[in-house]
Each structure stands twice: as structure tokens, then as C-alpha cells.
């Protein structure tokens, strides 16, 4: 299995300041088709998660653009400009390169 | 607009079998995965399994023994079933559309497995 390991996992900010998650994988989620197979999703309080970043660098749909994706092959990260109320929650990386599709550990994101 | 239904028991004993079903409103059904995920209370997220229109199946080895996924393409719906379970198998569960990336998610079913 591809293993996702993400740091911080505790992630106090005050509103306004930039945060950032970094999401390491055990082997490259580089296709050949030179896609990376990795996402980032947010889970807000009591909510299903939601998609913030596809391919490892594309927003989704909606989503603000103070949320940015960057990395390749094993290392991604995820940076957010200026941190908002709103998004309080956990954050989680997640490879769909292989199966099983696998996860990070999720990254908690509060405010100070 | 895409939504994603779920529904089943959310009270089981240990040994019954966990039985939810996914009804998707909206987009194309066969260009997809669909895709079964779980979380216990104040863990994370563990991949279930998946099958596409055709009915091709994927699961996670650490259940596999365990699970059934089935397609009801008439009604476009999907299903789970997992057997034999324990209280290591409370969580909710979630249902999912996967191409990459997983881009919709069911509301989720609370699963509670206590005697």
C-alpha cells in the first residue's frame, strides 16, 4: 500500500496569517501520463469531506483561491494565503494512483 | 448537480452484516468508479472498495474477505455489504464518485456494532 504520511498534524493559526500541510508519499504518485494521482480534500465539523485540490496542483471547482496545491512525485504541499474562520477543520491528502486508495493521517487546522 | 443518497441499518450486532446502498441523482453513472469509505469517531478516512457500471470490482485487501460491493444500473445505485461485524467496524460510512479524484461524497450513515 502507498503510505501518506502529512505534518503538521496539530495546526493552531491566527486569522489572517498563511498555513501550510505537507503530504509525503512512500513512492511517486507520478503517472505516465504525467499526472499526479494526489488530492486534498477538507473535512469541516460535522460535514463529509470536500474536495480542495485535484491533480496535485488544480483547484476544484468553488474553491477559494487563498487554497493552493503544489509538489510532484512524493512530496505535495497545500498552502493557504490568508487563513479564514471557515476553515477550521481536518485536511487530508489522499493518492488514487493504485489501489487501495490510502489516505493521510488528517492535519487540524484551528484557530488561534 | 451531483448528489449522492445513502441509506441502511445503523444499529448491528457483532456477526450480522452491514447492509447500506448509494443512490446517485445527476451526471453520467458509467464513466465512474463508486466508491465505499469509512471513518471512526475522531480517526481518519480507510478506502472500502469500488466497482464501475460494468460491475469490475476493487477492494481494500485489509477487508476484502469481508466485503461485497454490487451495481444496480437501472437504478443507479450502488451497495455494500461487509460481514461478520465487530465493534471495530463502527464508523460512518460514506459513499463516493471516483474517477481521480473522489469529487463526491454521500452524507454519511452512522454504523454502530454493540451487542
Known amino acids: 500500500d502507498i503510505v501518506l504520511t502529512q505534518s503538521p498534524l496539530s495546526l493552531p493559526v491566527t486569522p489572517g496569517e498563511p498555513a501550510s500541510i505537507s503530504c509525503r508519499s512512500s513512492?511517486?504518485?507520478?503517472?505516465?501520463?504525467?499526472?499526479?494521482?494526489f488530492n486534498w480534500y477538507l473535512q469541516k465539523p460535522g460535514q463529509s469531506p470536500q474536495l480542495l485540490i485535484y491533480?496535485?496542483?488544480n483547484r476544484a471547482s468553488g474553491v477559494s483561491d487563498r487554497f493552493s496545491g503544489s509538489g510532484s512525485g512524493t512530496d505535495f504541499t497545500l498552502k493557504i494565503s490568508r487563513v479564514e474562520t471557515e476553515d477550521v477543520g481536518v485536511y487530508y491528502c489522499?493518492?488514487?494512483?493504485?489501489?487501495?486508495?490510502?489516505f493521510g493521517q488528517g492535519t487540524r487546522l484551528d484557530i488561534k | 448537480q451531483v448528489q449522492l443518497e445513502q441509506w441502511g441499518a445503523g444499529l448491528l450486532k457483532p456477526s450480522e452484516t452491514l447492509s447500506l446502498t448509494c443512490a446517485v441523482y445527476?451526471?453520467?453513472?458509467?464513466?465512474?468508479?463508486w466508491s465505499w469509505i469509512r471513518q471512526p469517531a475522531g480517526k481518519g478516512l480507510e478506502w472500502i472498495g469500488e466497482?464501475?457500471?460494468?460491475?469490475?470490482?476493487k477492494y481494500n485487501p485489509s477487508l476484502k474477505s469481508r466485503v461485497t460491493v454490487s451495481v444496480d444500473t437501472s437504478k443507479n445505485r450502488f451497495s455494500l455489504k461487509l460481514s461478520s461485524v465487530t465493534a471495530a467496524d463502527t464508523a460512518v460510512y460514506y459513499c463516493?464518485?471516483?474517477?481521480?479524484?473522489?469529487?463526491?461524497w454521500g452524507q454519511g450513515t452512522l454504523v454502530t456494532v454493540s451487542s
Open positions: 445527476g451526471g453520467s453513472f458509467s464513466d465512474y468508479y
Open positions: 513512492q511517486s504518485l507520478l503517472d505516465t501520463n504525467g499526472y499526479n494521482y
Open positions: 491533480w496535485g496542483s
Open positions: 489522499m493518492q488514487a494512483l493504485q489501489t487501495p486508495i490510502t
Open positions: 463516493a464518485r471516483r474517477s481521480n479524484p473522489i469529487d463526491y
Open positions: 466497482i464501475n457500471h460494468s460491475g469490475s470490482t
